[in-house]
């Protein structure tokens, strides 16, 4: 049986709308992530060197990040062990359709994996081949959410593992 920490497996973290701050328990949470993947609205561009202390991070922009810079573009797609990911933030989906709008907007790249942040909610769903993740909001609650944020288990073959991961909050 192989163990999710077992060298031959990359273990990516993914967070969504840090609004500005960084929450410490992250720093725990992705204390032995191989890679970070932020789906936007950073806020402050301190958070991404920060993460960067802990792995490298690929971002995108969100809608409270003072538009797309090379840093931040508004999609990002890429492949980490064998695994083709989309990440865009979410506010250029349609909120009725995410799923439809996010497997639209990644058609041409066919990720096995689409990424999204925006609606501060964690999700984990299939549409059609791709699974759709929200690591949900890594900041303090604003709509009765919990503070969460997601670890992509990628596996020998392609195959992956998705976990989230709540941040304890004790407000402020």
Known sequence: MTSLHDATI????????????????IFDIFASVDHILHAGDVQD????????EIAPVNAVCGNVDFGPT??????????LAGVKIGMTHGHLLDP?????????????????IIIHGHSHRAKHETYGKASILNPG???????????????????PGGKFHIEFREIPWRGN
């Not at 561009?45 to 960067?52: F, G, H, K, T």
């Not at 090379?70 to 492949?79: H, I, M, V, Y």
């Not at 009725?96 to 096995?112: G, I, L």
């Not at 303090?140 to 596996?155: E, G, N």
């Open 96 to 112: 009725s359709k995410y799923n439809e709008s996010a497997a639209r907007m990644f058609q041409d790249e066919k990720p096995d």
């Open 137 to 155: 909001a890594a900041c303090r609650p604003r709509f009765r959410d919990t503070p969460s944020v997601a670890l992509i288990f990628l596996k």
């Open 10 to 25: 990359l273990t990516i973290g993914v967070i969504s709308d840090t609004h500005g701050v960084l929450l410490s328990p």
């Open 70 to 79: 090379q840093r931040l573009p508004e999609k990002w797609s890429g492949t």
């Open 45 to 52: 561009m301190r958070i991404l060197d920060e993460l960067e």
